[in-house]
Nanobody, 121 residues
Framework: VQLQASGGGLVQAGGSLRLSCAASGLAVSTYRTGWFRQAPGKEREFVAAISWNGGSTELIDSVKGRFTISRDVVKYTVYLQMNSLKPEDTAVYYC???????????????WGQGTLVTVSS
């Protein structure tokens, strides 16, 4: 199983970025895929998740209305569209997948490499 994350970068506050997570080797119809982030000196936290089958989504309150998670079932890719970015969104963002993926780090079975998002004020 491989999760290939991309799309991070440096952006000014109020700007936008789109993260991508390309999945391979998964029986995608049985998995949820999502994003976690880890800021310097802080624990990794859940950001958003989506079910491949049906597309139901979940996002943390602090990003609702600003971030959108979506999936392309043909490309086996999950996207995190991040708008109205704030300095507190600065973190390494990790793509994760699991049959029982939840807001808890321990419920993720697979992890992609991180991609750094830096939001300047």
């Amino acid at each position: 199983v491989q999760l290939q994350a991309s799309g991070g970068g440096l952006v000014q506050a109020g700007g936008s970025l789109r993260l991508s997570c390309a999945a391979s080797g998964l029986a995608v119809s049985t998995y949820r895929t999502g994003w976690f982030r880890q800021a310097p000196g802080k624990e990794r936290e859940f950001v958003a998740a989506i079910s491949w089958n049906g597309g139901s989504t979940e996002l943390i309150d602090s990003v609702k209305g600003r971030f959108t998670i979506s999936r392309d079932v043909v490309k086996y890719t999950v996207y995190l569209q991040m708008n109205s970015l704030k300095p507190e969104d600065t973190a390494v963002y990790y793509c994760a997948a699991g049959v029982l993926l939840s807001t808890k780090v321990r419920d993720s079975q697979y992890w992609g490499q991180g991609t750094l998002v830096t939001v300047s004020s």
